[in-house]
C-alpha cells in the first residue's frame, strides 16, 4: 500500500508540470519544476455561463487566475500556450463523487455488530449492551456515522482522478457512501494523489441518505425507520449543544460532529432515492432547520411539483437506463410501463428539474462507468438542459453548493487555476475531446490526441477504436507543443482501416454493418419522448361546484337510514342536503340516480396499501418514533384499485411486528394529490400495537428466540414498562416548563434555568396516548390478550380507540362494549395460524349485537377493493341488517377513527365523499361506479377503459421505440450497468399488485 | 371380520332403498337444462329420479318455496383436507420434495375431520380436490366428497389429474445491485437458458414415461424386455396417454403458450391451473379446447397496464372467447379455510360480464366434467347422484343467501361446524 502510495506520488510529480509560487527546487534525479506563469492565448474563454470572449488570454501565475481578457499582454516571464480553436472553461467541479468512484475502497463503516434484536439503550429497551462490538464511542446506531470523514480517508489512486480528468472534472466534493447520516465530505483537487496537497477544504458538507434495509434485524431497518432515526440524531445533536453538562455526563463525537449542521454552518446533502422521499427529506431538514441540498434520484419526474416545493438546489447524476436485450420477444410482457416511462424520462429529468426553478448541479455518481458522463450529458441537453445551465451545473452551482464559490467555478482574477479546455465545438458535443485540465496552475494532460491534419473525417479521427493506443501513460514529461506543429505518429493498423472506410464503394455501403448504423443514428434528431408523465389523467376527473343526484336510493349510514327515489345536493366538498330543498344559482350537475344506489366512501380502517417501503420497523420492540405519515406512498396503482371499489378512506398502519409499533396515518384517496395532499388532515393521530404471535415472534423461525417479549406475559410486561416510562418522561418535561416559565420575583431568579429535557420521539409519542392526544389500534387475537391490554390501560386512564382484527372479541363483547373500544374486524377470515383458530364469520354480528362499534377492515390491498362485499358478510352471518352492515364500512370506521364528523354518512354538513353504485352495494353483483371525495370525481367506471386504453397506446409506442434504440444500443459500446438500471423497479410501485398486510417482512 | 363389512354393506344398502325424498316448490338449477321455477327434485337410493315441474309422491317430502336447488359445488385445485393453520407447520401436508413426484397422490392424506370441511359443506360446497403443491410434476388429485368416516370413504374418484407447475418463465430482473444475495444473482441470458433446460426436463420425463410404458405393453407377450415395475413411470400412464388431464398450473402468458403448445405437439390433455393472464391468450386457449381453472378473481392486476378489474373481468372475456370457466381459490393453504366462498369468485365475475348461468357452470358442471365425474356431479339430471343444496335470498351467487340444507348422494349433511359451535356457544355466554 504505501509502495504503492509512492509510486503514485512520482508518477504525478513525473507526468504533471508543477508550478507553485516559488517553484520547489527537487532533488538531482526528479523532473525539475517549471516556472509557474503561463499565459493561455487564442482560445474561446467561458468566464462564466452566460459570458464568452472570443480569442482570449487567460494569465495563470502561482496556482491562481492572474488576468483573464481579450487584449491583455502576455507577461514576459510566461510560458506562451497558443490555444487557437480550443474552449476554455472553469474547471469542472464534481459536487458529489463518492469514494469508490475515486478507486479507493470506502473503509469508512463500523465494524458489524451482534444482533441488536433486544433493543438498543437510545430507545430506552431493556437488552442489549450498549454499542455491542462497536470499538469507539459515537451513536448507538450503526449506520449513523457523521463523524466520519472523508478528509481522513481520502487516498485516490492515479488512474481515477485520471478518467475525471478527462471528463474535465478538476475538483470534486467527495462523499462518504452507505450509512444513514454518513459524515462529513472533502473538497480536492483532482491532481494530486497526495491528500495533503489534495485536499482544498475539509468537512464541507454533512451527508444523509434514506438508505432502507442498511442492515438486516438492525434499526432503522425500513424507510420510515431510517427517518425517524435521522430526526431523533439531529434532534440529539441539538440538545447536546444546549445541554453539554448532562449527568449522566456523554462524550459522542457522532453528535459533535452534526454541531455545524444543526448551527446552518455546514451544508447538509439529503440522498432520498425517490422522488416521494425529496418532499419527506426537505421537510425534515427544515423541520430540524438545516442548510442543505438535495441528491437527485433522476425519478422527479413523477413529481416534479415535490422537487420544486423542496425550493433547494439538486445534486444530478446521470446515470440514465439503456435499453437491454431481452432473451426473448414475449419476455416484454413482464416489462412495465413504469419502467419504461422510467427510460424514456431519465434524460429529461435534469431540464425537468431546471424547469421547476431549481438549481442543477451534475455529478457523476451513479456511473460506474464515468464514459458515458458525456454521452448522457449530450441526451439530456437534446431533452431541454440549456448549455448555459450545463455550464452552470458543472462550475457555479456546484462552487457555491460547496461554499467555495470564491475560489472555483468561474474564470476570474485571484480564483484557483482550474481550468478545462476542450477542442472543436465544445464540451457539449461529444465528439469534442477534453485537450488538457489545469488544476492550481498545473498543466494535465488528457488523452487527448490531436486531430491528423490528413484526415478529413472528423468522426474517424474521434472513434473509439485507437483509445488503446492513445490511453498509454507517456513515460517521459509531456512535451508541450503547438497544435499545429505537432508532428503526426504514424497511423496504426486499426486507424488505416478506419480512415479508409469512408471511401468504400456504395455497394459495400449497403450491407451496412450495425455499427454504421448505430452511427446514423447518432446523427439522426433526438427522439422525442414518448412517456407521458405518471399525473397525466390522475387526479379529479371533475370538480363541479354543484352537484345534484336525483330518484336515487340513498343510503345515508345516518339517522335518515335508507331513502329511496331520494335526492342528494353536494355544494363544492360539502354535503348540503338529503332530500331537502336546494338553493343554489348559477349551475348545476345533475345527476339521474334511477336504479342507482348511493352510499357514503368506504372506509379502510386498517390499510398498508399505501406505504413507501416496509410495513413493519420490526428490529426493536417499540418504534412509537416511527411514523407512517412520513412514507405515505401517493404513486402507488392501489390507489386507483380502491377507488374503484368504492374506497375513499383508509387507516394507513404499521406493521405488527411489535408490541408498540410506529404511528398511523389516515388519508383520502385522493389520486394525483402529493403524500401530504393525500392526509386527513382532521383526522386526530393514531398509533399501532400488536399483541400475540407476531409479537412474540411465534413464526419468525428459529433465530429469533432473544428479544424481549418472548410470550404473552412479556408483552404486557414491556408496554407497561414503556408507559411508565413515558410517564416519567412527561413529568419530567412538566418540570422543566414549570421552571422555566415560573414568575420569578426579581431577587430569586436563578441563576441559569435549566436546560430542557432531551427530546425522546419515543416516549414522547407514548406519552401523547398517556396526554390523550394519540389513538392506540391494536391487533390483537386472543381473548386473554385483548382484554389484558384493556385493563393495562384502564390503569393509565387510557381508552383505546380500536382492537384491530380482534377475531375472538366475541368471546368477550360485553368488555370491549363496556370499555368503549370499537372492534375492527376481518368478515371471515380464520385457521391461517394458531391464534386464529377460533375466529368465527358471526364475530361482526356477535360484537355488534353486544354494543360494539364494530368495522370490517382489508388489511390487504385486495380486499380494500370490495369492502362492500366483505359487509354483506355480516348480514349472512349472524343477520345484522343491511343498515347496520354497510356501516362496517362507513360510519363505524369513521367512529373508530373519530373522523365521524366529516365522513361516513351522508348528512348535511360531512365531506362530500360518496359513491354511486348500479344496484344495493350488499349484492355480489353490483358494481361501483363513480367515487366521490370532497365533492370531486376521481373515478368514473365509463372513463377508465379510456384511460387504460391511454395506458395501453403508450406503452405500445414505448415498447416500439425501446426495441429500435435497443437494436442501436447494442452496437454502440454501452454500459452493462445502464442496462441493468432498466429494470429497476421505483420504490414508490415495488409493492403494486401485491397484496399489503400487517405481517408482511417480519419473517 | 369379511363377514361384519358384508353385514354392514346389505344393512346400508337397504337403509338406502327405502329411501326417497321429495324435494318441492324449489327454484331449481339444473344447470345442464332451464331453471324450473317452482321445480321438484326426486330422490331416490341416493340419486336423482325426477326433475320436473311437479312431482307427486307418497314418502318424504321438504317444501322449499322460495329457496333455489343447486347441484353441489365442486371445488378444484385446493389445499383444504391437506392442511389445518397455513401457519403451523405441523398441520400441512399439501407439499412434498422433489420435481418429478407423479406417484405422489392427495387422497391418501386428507383428514376427515378437518375442522375445515364442515364449515365448506355448510355452504353448498360438496366435493374438494386437494392438490400436491410443489414443483414441475407434484403428484396426483383425487376428488374428495364431503362426507365419510374414513379418507377411503371420502376418496370419491381418484385420481382425477396429474398436477404440473410449469416450470417458471418469468425472468427475474432485479439488478444485481439490488439483489440481497449477490451471488444467487443470473443474468437474463441464463435464466433463460435455465429456463429451455427446465422445459426439456420436464419434456424428457413425460418422453422418459411414455417409453417405459411401451416398454410394459411389450413385455406382456415378450417378458424379456421388461423394465420392471416402477411405480413413478405406472402413474404416468393415464396421463401420457390423454386418458386424464394434467392440470397445467401456470399464470404467466408465456407458460401458458408454452404448455398448449407442448400439449399439442404430444396430445396430452391439459386443463390451466391459476391461468392469471389467461384471458390474454383467450382466443388460443379456446381454438385449443382448453379449460381453464380461473383462480385470480381476487388478486390485484399482475401488470401495470391492465385495467383495475382485469382480474375481475377475465372470466367474462374467456368465455366469450369459447373457454370454459372453472373458479377456484388456488391451492394456497392461507386460503383453504375460506373455500366456502366458492360462488363469490364467480360472483365477481358476473358483475365484471360474465354470464350468470356460466358463473354457476364454472363451480358445478365444468369441474365435474374435468374431473371426468359429469355423468354422475354437476347438475341436476335424472341418473346423477343427490349430492344438492338449497339457500334463500337470490341464489348462491348472492353473498347475503344462506344455506338451508345440504345432501349428499341423498343424504342431508349437518350444517354444524366449528363455526356454529363457537357462535352458540359464546352467544349464549351470560
Known amino acids: ?1003 | 371380520m369379511f363377514s361384519v363389512l358384508f353385514c354392514a354393506l346389505i344393512f346400508s344398502a337397504l337403509a338406502v332403498s327405502a329411501d326417497q325424498l321429495l324435494l318441492r316448490n324449489a327454484i331449481v338449477h339444473t344447470v345442464s337444462g332451464a331453471t324450473l321455477n317452482p321445480g321438484d327434485v326426486l330422490i331416490e337410493n341416493g340419486k336423482i329420479k325426477e326433475v320436473s315441474t311437479h312431482i307427486t309422491t307418497e314418502g318424504k317430502s321438504i317444501d322449499l318455496k322460495g329457496q333455489h336447488l343447486y347441484p353441489g359445488m365442486i371445488a378444484l385445485d385446493t389445499s383444504i383436507g391437506l392442511t389445518e393453520l397455513a401457519g403451523v407447520r405441523a398441520t400441512q401436508d399439501e407439499r412434498e420434495v422433489g420435481d418429478f413426484v407423479p406417484d405422489v397422490k392427495s387422497w391418501v392424506a386428507v383428514n376427515p375431520d378437518s375442522e375445515l370441511l364442515p364449515v365448506t359443506r355448510a355452504n353448498g360446497v360438496t366435493h374438494v380436490a386437494p392438490a400436491p403443491q410443489g414443483s414441475i410434476v407434484a403428484g396426483q388429485s383425487g376428488l374428495i366428497v364431503l362426507d365419510g368416516w374414513t379418507s377411503e370413504q371420502m376418496a370419491y374418484k381418484k385420481p382425477i389429474a396429474l398436477h404440473v407447475y410449469w416450470p417458471n418463465m418469468e425472468l427475474d430482473l432485479t439488478p444485481k445491485d439490488k439483489v440481497r444475495d449477490k451471488s444467487k444473482w443470473k443474468s437474463p441470458e441464463d435464466q433463460a437458458k435455465e429456463r429451455t433446460n427446465k422445459l426439456k426436463a420436464l419434456d424428457d420425463f413425460f418422453q422418459d414415461a411414455r417409453a417405459y410404458i411401451l416398454a410394459r405393453d411389450v413385455a406382456k407377450t415378450n417378458a424379456s424386455v421388461d423394465p420392471g415395475r416402477n411405480p413413478s413411470w405406472e402413474a404416468m400412464r393415464p396421463y401420457v396417454r390423454a386418458e386424464l388431464p394434467i392440470f397445467v398450473h401456470a399464470d404467466d402468458s408465456r407458460a401458458i403458450k408454452a404448455a398448449v403448445k407442448w400439449a399439442e405437439t404430444n396430445k396430452f390433455k391439459i386443463v390451466i391451473a391459476g391461468g392469471r393472464d389467461s384471458w390474454m391468450t383467450a382466443d388460443l386457449l379456446a381454438k385449443k379446447n382448453i379449460p381453464v381453472i380461473w383462480e385470480h378473481t381476487y388478486q390485484q392486476p399482475a401488470h401495470d397496464y391492465e385495467s383495475y378489474d382485469s382480474h375481475y373481468a377475465a372470466p367474462g372475456i374467456l368465455h366469450k372467447a369459447g373457454v370454459n370457466v372453472i373458479f377456484s381459490l388456488g391451492g394456497s393453504t392461507f386460503i383453504a379455510s375460506l373455500i366456502k366462498n366458492l360462488p363469490y369468485e364467480a360472483a365477481q365475475a358476473v358483475a365484471f360480464g360474465l354470464p350468470e348461468d356460466e358463473a354457476i357452470k364454472g363451480i358445478t358442471l365444468y369441474p365435474a366434467q374435468v374431473s371426468g365425474v359429469a355423468d354422475k356431479l354437476g347438475s341436476i339430471e335424472p341418473g346423477k347422484d343427490a349430492t344438492l343444496f338449497a339457500c334463500d335470498g337470490n341464489g348462491i351467487l348472492d353473498l347475503r343467501a344462506n344455506v338451508h340444507h345440504v345432501w349428499i348422494a341423498g343424504k342431508e349433511m349437518s350444517l354444524e361446524s366449528r363455526h356454529t359451535r363457537l357462535y352458540n356457544k359464546y352467544k349464549n355466554r351470560p
Open chain 1, 1 to 1003: 500500500m504505501i509502495s504503492l502510495r509512492k509510486i503514485a506520488i512520482a508518477l504525478a510529480l513525473l507526468t504533471a508540470i508543477c508550478a507553485h509560487a516559488t517553484t520547489e527546487l527537487l532533488a538531482p534525479g526528479f523532473r525539475p519544476v517549471p516556472n509557474d506563469a503561463h499565459a493561455l492565448v487564442g482560445a474561446t474563454v467561458f468566464v462564466k455561463p452566460g459570458q464568452i470572449i472570443s480569442n482570449a488570454t487567460v494569465v495563470l501565475r502561482a496556482g491562481k487566475i492572474e488576468k483573464v481578457g481579450a487584449n491583455i499582454a502576455v507577461p514576459p516571464d510566461a510560458r506562451v500556450w497558443n490555444l487557437k480553436g480550443m474552449n476554455i472553461y472553469a474547471g469542472f467541479i464534481d459536487p458529489y463523487l463518492t469514494f469508490s468512484a475515486t478507486g479507493s475502497p470506502d473503509s469508512g463503516s463500523k465494524k458489524d455488530r451482534n444482533d441488536l434484536t433486544a433493543g438498543v439503550k437510545f430507545f430506552g429497551v431493556p437488552g442489549a449492551e450498549r454499542d455491542p462490538g462497536n470499538p469507539g464511542p459515537g451513536s448507538e446506531l450503526p449506520a449513523i456515522t457523521p463523524e466520519r470523514r472523508m478528509a481522513k480517508t481520502f487516498a485516490p489512486e492515479a488512474k481515477s482522478l485520471e478518467s475525471l480528468r478527462e471528463l474535465g472534472f478538476t475538483t470534486a466534493n467527495v462523499v462518504p457512501e452507505k450509512n444513514i447520516i454518513r459524515g462529513t465530505s472533502v473538497f480536492v483537487a483532482l491532481g494530486e494523489t497526495d491528500p495533503n496537497r489534495a485536499i482544498i477544504r475539509s468537512d464541507v458538507m454533512q451527508n444523509v441518505g434514506f438508505e432502507e434495509g442498511f442492515k438486516e434485524d438492525t434499526y432503522p431497518e425500513s424507510l420510515m425507520g431510517v427517518v425517524a432515526a435521522v430526526r431523533q440524531t439531529f434532534f440529539d445533536a441539538q440538545h447536546a449543544l444546549v445541554a453539554p453538562n448532562e449527568n449522566p455526563r456523554e462524550f459522542n463525537p457522532a453528535l459533535e460532529a452534526l454541531a455545524p449542521a444543526v448551527k446552518k454552518q455546514m451544508r447538509v446533502a439529503f440522498e432520498p432515492r425517490s422522488a416521494l422521499m425529496v418532499d419527506r427529506a426537505a421537510r425534515v431538514a427544515r423541520e430540524i432547520g438545516l442548510d442543505f441540498c438535495i441528491v437527485s434520484s433522476g425519478q422527479e419526474w413523477r413529481r416534479p411539483d415535490l422537487a420544486k416545493a423542496a425550493a433547494v438546489p439538486f445534486i444530478v447524476p446521470l446515470n440514465f437506463p439503456e435499453v437491454p436485450k431481452l432473451p426473448d420477444d414475449d419476455d416484454w410482457t413482464q416489462v412495465s410501463l413504469d419502467q419504461l416511462r422510467a427510460w424514456d424520462w431519465a434524460p429529461e429529468n435534469p431540464a425537468l428539474l431546471r424547469k421547476q426553478n431549481l438549481e442543477v448541479a451534475l455529478t457523476t455518481f451513479g456511473l460506474e462507468d464515468k464514459k458515458a458522463f458525456r454521452k448522457n450529458l449530450k441526451l439530456a441537453l437534446q431533452r431541454g438542459l440549456t448549455e448555459s445551465d450545463a455550464l452552470a451545473a458543472l462550475t457555479t452551482v456546484p462552487a457555491k453548493l460547496c461554499g467555495l464559490d470564491k475560489e472555483v467555478g468561474t474564470i476570474e482574477t485571484g480564483k484557483l487555476a482550474n481550468l478545462t479546455i476542450v477542442n472543436g465545438k465544445g464540451y457539449f458535443e461529444p465528439e469534442s475531446k477534453v485537450q488538457s485540465v489545469w488544476i492550481d496552475g498545473r498543466f494535465y494532460r488528457t488523452d487527448f490526441e490531436e486531430p491528423k491534419p490528413e484526415s478529413k473525417d472528423d468522426h474517424t479521427a474521434s472513434s473509439g477504436e485507437k483509445k488503446e493506443e492513445a490511453t498509454k501513460p507517456s513515460p517521459a514529461p509531456p512535451k508541450v507543443v503547438e497544435p499545429e506543429k505537432q508532428p503526426a505518429p504514424e497511423p496504426t493498423e486499426a486507424e488505416k482501416v478506419a480512415a479508409k472506410k469512408p471511401k468504400k464503394s456504395a455497394e459495400a455501403k449497403a450491407e451496412t454493418s450495425d455499427k454504421d448504423k448505430a452511427k446514423d443514428k447518432k446523427a439522426e434528431p433526438p427522439k422525442p419522448r414518448v412517456a407521458r408523465s405518471p399525473l397525466d389523467g390522475r387526479g379529479a376527473l371533475t370538480a363541479p361546484t354543484l352537484v345534484i343526484i336525483t330518484n336515487a336510493t340513498i343510503w345515508t349510514c345516518g339517522s335518515q337510514g335508507i331513502l329511496t327515489n331520494a335526492s342528494i345536493a353536494i355544494s363544492n366538498d360539502k354535503i348540503q342536503g338529503v332530500n331537502s330543498p336546494v338553493t343554489f344559482h348559477g349551475k348545476a350537475t345533475f345527476i339521474d340516480g334511477t336504479g342507482l344506489h348511493v352510499t357514503p366512501g368506504l372506509i379502510d380502517c386498517h390499510s398498508h396499501s399505501m406505504i413507501l417501503g416496509d410495513v413493519n420497523e420490526g428490529t426493536i420492540p417499540s418504534t412509537a418514533m416511527v411514523r407512517i405519515g412520513d412514507v405515505v406512498n401517493s404513486e402507488t396503482a392501489n390507489i386507483y384499485e380502491q377507488l374503484g371499489g368504492g374506497l375513499t378512506a383508509c387507516n394507513l398502519l404499521h406493521g405488527s411486528a411489535n408490541p408498540i409499533g410506529g404511528q398511523n396515518c389516515v388519508i383520502k384517496l385522493r389520486d394525483g394529490a402529493s403524500p401530504e395532499g393525500l392526509k386527513f388532515a382532521a383526522a386526530p393521530q393514531g398509533i399501532k400495537f400488536a399483541l400475540g404471535e407476531n409479537v412474540k415472534q411465534s413464526n419468525w423461525g428459529e433465530k429469533y428466540k432473544t428479544r424481549f417479549p418472548q410470550t404473552r406475559m412479556g408483552v404486557e410486561t414491556f408496554i407497561a414498562n414503556r408507559f411508565i416510562a413515558a410517564q416519567r418522561y412527561l413529568k419530567e418535561w412538566e418540570h422543566y416548563e414549570a421552571l422555566a416559565t415560573a414568575d420569578y420575583p426579581r431577587s430569586n431568579k436563578p441563576l441559569q434555568l435549566p436546560s430542557a429535557p432531551r427530546r425522546d420521539l419515543e416516549l414522547e409519542a407514548i406519552g401523547e396516548i398517556l396526554q390523550g392526544k394519540r389513538l392506540i389500534h391494536c391487533h390483537s387475537y386472543r381473548q386473554d390478550e385483548i382484554l389484558m391490554l384493556l385493563r393495562l390501560m384502564q390503569g393509565f386512564g387510557v381508552q383505546i380507540a380500536t382492537f384491530q382484527h380482534v377475531l375472538e372479541g366475541y368471546k368477550i363483547a360485553e368488555e370491549i362494549a363496556a370499555g368503549k373500544v370499537g372492534g375492527s374486524t376481518f368478515a371471515d377470515w380464520w385457521a391461517y395460524k394458531f391464534e386464529v383458530y377460533d375466529a368465527i364469520p358471526y364475530n361482526g354480528s356477535l360484537m355488534h349485537d353486544r354494543g360494539v362499534v364494530v368495522s370490517f377492515n382489508s388489511d390487504s390491498s385486495d380486499l380494500a377493493r370490495h369492502l362492500n362485499l366483505e359487509a354483506a358478510k355480516a348480514v349472512k352471518y349472524g343477520g345484522t341488517s343491511e343498515v347496520e352492515a354497510l356501516k362496517f364500512v362507513t360510519l363505524n370506521p369513521a367512529k373508530q377513527l373519530r373522523i365521524d364528523k366529516y365522513v361516513g354518512s351522508l348528512e348535511p354538513g360531512k365531506d362530500a365523499d360518496f359513491v354511486i353504485w348500479n344496484k344495493n352495494p350488499l349484492d355480489s353483483s353490483s358494481l361501483c361506479l363513480q367515487t366521490w371525495i370532497d365533492g370531486k370525481k376521481y373515478f368514473d367506471r365509463d372513463q377508465s377503459k379510456a384511460r387504460f386504453a391511454a395506458l395501453e397506446t403508450e406503452r405500445q409506442a414505448l415498447i416500439e421505440k425501446a426495441k429500435k434504440s435497443g437494436k442501436a444500443d447494442s452496437a454502440k459500446d454501452s454500459s452493462a450497468e445502464a442496462k441493468k438500471k432498466f429494470f429497476e423497479v421505483s420504490l414508490e410501485h415495488r409493492y403494486d399488485g401485491k397484496i399489503r398486510h400487517c405481517e408482511e417482512d417480519e419473517q
